[in-house]
């Protein structure tokens, strides 16, 4: 099982876009979620998370216009961004943990990163 996280594209200046991070397999439930991304040349930076009471946490950069959410019946963790800015260009990744069942044995990945999605914001 993958972490998977999608819906990055190009787009203007004050436009929007809304990140996707599930698991490959869909009876897997994601925890201790978060987003980050990464420009070229700098290091990853946490962007977007949820607490472990569940309360969504930002970086002061996307407060306002980032929000982190979660659909728990598709097990799927979004972060939609609004009034996105050219310095929002970057991958995106998502990070959690994965716990499930295969074969009805239990599974607990912890620390999963997803592949990454590229968001562009042109001027």
């Known amino acids: 099982v993958q972490l998977q996280a999608s819906g990055g594209g190009l787009v203007h200046a004050g436009g929007s876009l809304r990140l996707s991070c599930a698991a490959s397999?869909?009876?897997?439930?994601?925890?201790?979620v978060g987003w980050y991304r990464q420009i070229p040349g700098k290091e990853r930076e946490l962007v977007a998370r949820?607490?472990?009471?569940?309360?969504?946490n930002y970086v002061d950069s996307v407060k306002e216009r980032f929000t982190i959410s979660r659909d728990n019946a598709k097990n799927t963790v979004y972060l939609s961004m609004n009034s996105l800015k050219p310095e929002d260009t970057a991958v995106y990744y998502c990070?959690?943990?994965?716990?499930?069942?295969?074969?009805?044995?239990?599974?607990?990945?912890?620390?999963?990163w997803g592949q990454g999605t590229l968001v562009t914001v042109s001027s």
């Open positions: 397999r869909n009876n897997y439930r994601l925890s201790g």
């Open positions: 990070k959690a943990d994965l716990d499930g069942y295969e074969n009805g044995q239990y599974i607990s990945l912890i620390g999963n």
């Open positions: 949820f607490t472990s009471d569940g309360t969504p």
